[in-house]
């Protein structure tokens, strides 16, 4: 369980401003006084606008920055003086394409991450072979990652954030820019890790669909402050409002599921079919129906 | 202690993944380095030699510059790879994410520094021992100095290496160090003057740069320049700098993990 108590971070820049002038000190409160836990086997979702604090909440959470005040503990170790300790146990997946290095294969880079977690040998290797066939890369492994679409950069940053088969696992925003096919199987893989694995997720994103779909628990976030939490349904039941009944049309993403359906038999042309197997497809699925 | 090993391969391993093995390489690494050392050799060639700093003939001055440019690449070379790679490193987002794992910060800086040693001196370095070998420096009697000298020559570049590398993390803008190292510990360690021939004020200076204890004990080692000069102080000048350099690596690393934690700067560029 992730524990953290009144969790503030207030960024001090200094500022030049010009070259003989002393630099002026601003203060950027990020993120106020915030409290939440993380239980393992759960998702827990934070929403809010760009720059509430969503990142700075999560960066602080994963001890790659200390909070300014407050406590956080990880299952009952004290993350702000043993961060190192911590480290472990936390992992951070977080959307776009950096975090890896280019020039290395998917395994090169997977091998150097598992060293520094301590990891080696046999035990890394066939972790290694685990984490590219559940994201689906097992065909690319050994093509420098510059070559790789985004959606396969993705996918292996999800690998690499699984390398030390952590505890506790943050996601800043991680279906960023990706298409929606490869969104839902990430979506599908991040529930199976809750579900199955026990794992107690962290998960930021701006599609609030996202967050409906996966989350037991929502923070929404404003200005650094937790402005409402709950379930859905009690977020729900925060204002009275009556269902709605609507006809609706079949909505665009739906017909372009279908299409994309229609398409893909085994063509080549599409990453995925060079990344092989879609993470979070089973066979008979892939198979079967063809995705 | 294991793990300490394991983080410095993985940086080793890494390094030489990720420089590209192109011709270009080949430039920079052993044709430019060439160039300068040749540069030197023809422009002290014209003047006689007075025997200062023990050079008698052109022999002599070709062993001197051979010790000193090998030198003075392996140190460079680390200033320019810490810079290079935490600059690329800062970018990719990469630095951050090593820093996210709670592998030991001193074996990652020290295996960059090995790393980039390893991948990027070994051309210019035979060069230099080619040398060494045709100026009699390094016979078949005494080619036991051979790993003697060497290893000198990785521990104390490795030492600096990591330092720099720990330096390096403090800000983006740390090319300052490069702007701040290259010329004076070109001119002032002695990679192609004597020290012993520099007036005070600039030996003073050479006091404060590892590179010319380290050179020092290497041309005494191979006997090129002043005979009778003191073996055991110039090793304890050496012993001493290198105590220090650990000693501000280690706290370099643990304020600049502070900092960075306090900033959340690791990922700036
Ligand atoms: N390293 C930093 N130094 C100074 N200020 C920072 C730093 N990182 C973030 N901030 C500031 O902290 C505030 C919160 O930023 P944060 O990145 O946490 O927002 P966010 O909720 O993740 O936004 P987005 O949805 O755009 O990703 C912003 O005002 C931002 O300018
Ligand atoms: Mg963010």
């Given at each position: 369980m992730i524990q953290a108590e009144h969790l503030s971070k207030t960024y001090v820049l200094r500022e030049r401003n010009g070259l003989f002038r002393r630099k002026s000190r601003r203060e950027v409160p990020?993120?106020?006084d915030i409290s939440l836990t993380l239980p393992p086997g759960k998702i827990v979702g934070v929403l809010g606008v760009n720059g509430a604090g969503k990142t700075t909440t999560i960066r602080m959470l994963a001890s790659l920055i200390s909070p300014t005040s407050g406590s956080l503990t990880i299952d009952g170790m004290d993350a702000v003086k043993h961060h190192l300790q911590v480290k472990q146990q936390v992992n951070v997946i977080s959307g776009g394409e950096r975090n890896l290095y280019w020039r290395l294969t998917a395994r090169e880079n997977l091998r150097y991450f598992g060293n520094l977690y301590g990891l080696s040998g046999r035990a890394l290797e066939d972790r290694i072979h685990r984490l590219l066939a559940l994201v689906g890369l097992t065909e690319v492994q050994?093509?420098?990652?510059?070559?790789?679409?985004k959606g396969m950069k993705q996918r292996l940053q999800i690998a690499r954030g699984l390398i030390n088969d952590p505890r506790y696992l943050f996601l800043d925003e991680p279906t960023l820019g990706l298409d929606i096919l490869i969104a839902k199987d990430i979506r599908a893989l991040i529930l199976r890790l809750a579900r199955e694995r026990n794992k107690g997720i962290r998960l930021t994103t701006h599609y609030i669909q996202e967050a409906e779909e996966l989350c037991d628990f929502l923070y929404v976030l404003e200005k650094g402050t937790v402005i409402a939490q709950g379930t859905k349904e009690q977020l729900r039941s925060l204002f009275q409002r009556p269902p709605k009944l609507v006809m609706q049309e079949p909505d665009l993403e739906e017909i372009l599921m279908e299409i994309l359906r229609q398409r893909a038999?085994?063509?080549?042309?599409?990453d995925r079919a060079a990344g092989s197997a879609a993470p979070g497809v089973s066979p008979e699925e892939k198979t079967g129906g063809g995705l | 202690m294991k793990n300490i090993w394991l983080v410095m391969k993985a940086e080793i391993v890494k390094q030489r993944r990720h420089d590209?093995?192109?011709?270009?390489v080949w430039f920079s690494l052993l044709l430019w380095p060439v160039l300068g050392f040749l540069e030197v050799y023809y422009t002290y060639q014209p003047f006689s030699f007075a025997?200062?700093?023990?050079?008698?003939d052109s022999q002599d001055l070709l062993a001197f510059l051979g010790t000193g440019y090998m030198g003075y690449t392996c140190f460079w070379s680390m200033v320019q790879n810490a810079w290079s790679m935490s600059w690329e490193e800062r970018q990719g987002g990469t630095l951050e994410m090593a820093f996210l794992t709670p592998a030991n910060r001193l074996a990652m800086h020290y295996g960059k520094a090995l790393g980039a040693l390893i991948q990027e001196v070994w051309m210019f370095c035979c060069f230099c021992l080619f040398i060494l070998f045709r100026t009699d420096t390094l016979r078949w009697d005494n080619l036991l100095l051979l790993p003697v000298f060497l290893g000198l020559l990785l521990l104390a570049s490795t030492v600096w290496g990591g330092m720099v590398g720990a330096l390096c993390?403090?800000?983006?803008?740390?090319s300052l160090i490069m702007d701040f190292l290259e010329t004076p510990m070109n001119l002032f360690s002695g990679t192609r003057i004597p020290v012993s021939s520099f007036p005070l004020w600039a030996r003073a200076l050479s006091l404060l740069f590892p590179l010319t204890y380290c050179l020092q004990l290497i041309r005494m080692l191979l006997h090129i320049g002043e005979p009778g000069s003191q073996m055991l102080s110039s090793f304890l000048g050496l012993g001493l700098c290198m105590a220090a350099m650990i000693g501000i690596t280690v706290w370099v690393t643990r304020r600049v993990e502070r900092h960075n934690r306090e900033t959340g700067e690791l990922n700036f560029f």
């Amino acid at each position: 369980m992730i524990q953290a108590e009144h969790l503030s971070k207030t960024y001090v820049l200094r500022e030049r401003n010009g070259l003989f002038r002393r630099k002026s000190r601003r203060e950027v409160p990020a993120v106020k006084d915030i409290s939440l836990t993380l239980p393992p086997g759960k998702i827990v979702g934070v929403l809010g606008v760009n720059g509430a604090g969503k990142t700075t909440t999560i960066r602080m959470l994963a001890s790659l920055i200390s909070p300014t005040s407050g406590s956080l503990t990880i299952d009952g170790m004290d993350a702000v003086k043993h961060h190192l300790q911590v480290k472990q146990q936390v992992n951070v997946i977080s959307g776009g394409e950096r975090n890896l290095y280019w020039r290395l294969t998917a395994r090169e880079n997977l091998r150097y991450f598992g060293n520094l977690y301590g990891l080696s040998g046999r035990a890394l290797e066939d972790r290694i072979h685990r984490l590219l066939a559940l994201v689906g890369l097992t065909e690319v492994q050994d093509t420098p990652v510059e070559r790789y679409s985004k959606g396969m950069k993705q996918r292996l940053q999800i690998a690499r954030g699984l390398i030390n088969d952590p505890r506790y696992l943050f996601l800043d925003e991680p279906t960023l820019g990706l298409d929606i096919l490869i969104a839902k199987d990430i979506r599908a893989l991040i529930l199976r890790l809750a579900r199955e694995r026990n794992k107690g997720i962290r998960l930021t994103t701006h599609y609030i669909q996202e967050a409906e779909e996966l989350c037991d628990f929502l923070y929404v976030l404003e200005k650094g402050t937790v402005i409402a939490q709950g379930t859905k349904e009690q977020l729900r039941s925060l204002f009275q409002r009556p269902p709605k009944l609507v006809m609706q049309e079949p909505d665009l993403e739906e017909i372009l599921m279908e299409i994309l359906r229609q398409r893909a038999g085994g063509t080549a042309e599409t990453d995925r079919a060079a990344g092989s197997a879609a993470p979070g497809v089973s066979p008979e699925e892939k198979t079967g129906g063809g995705l | 202690m294991k793990n300490i090993w394991l983080v410095m391969k993985a940086e080793i391993v890494k390094q030489r993944r990720h420089d590209y093995h192109s011709y270009f390489v080949w430039f920079s690494l052993l044709l430019w380095p060439v160039l300068g050392f040749l540069e030197v050799y023809y422009t002290y060639q014209p003047f006689s030699f007075a025997g200062r700093g023990g050079i008698q003939d052109s022999q002599d001055l070709l062993a001197f510059l051979g010790t000193g440019y090998m030198g003075y690449t392996c140190f460079w070379s680390m200033v320019q790879n810490a810079w290079s790679m935490s600059w690329e490193e800062r970018q990719g987002g990469t630095l951050e994410m090593a820093f996210l794992t709670p592998a030991n910060r001193l074996a990652m800086h020290y295996g960059k520094a090995l790393g980039a040693l390893i991948q990027e001196v070994w051309m210019f370095c035979c060069f230099c021992l080619f040398i060494l070998f045709r100026t009699d420096t390094l016979r078949w009697d005494n080619l036991l100095l051979l790993p003697v000298f060497l290893g000198l020559l990785l521990l104390a570049s490795t030492v600096w290496g990591g330092m720099v590398g720990a330096l390096c993390l403090f800000s983006r803008d740390s090319s300052l160090i490069m702007d701040f190292l290259e010329t004076p510990m070109n001119l002032f360690s002695g990679t192609r003057i004597p020290v012993s021939s520099f007036p005070l004020w600039a030996r003073a200076l050479s006091l404060l740069f590892p590179l010319t204890y380290c050179l020092q004990l290497i041309r005494m080692l191979l006997h090129i320049g002043e005979p009778g000069s003191q073996m055991l102080s110039s090793f304890l000048g050496l012993g001493l700098c290198m105590a220090a350099m650990i000693g501000i690596t280690v706290w370099v690393t643990r304020r600049v993990e502070r900092h960075n934690r306090e900033t959340g700067e690791l990922n700036f560029f």
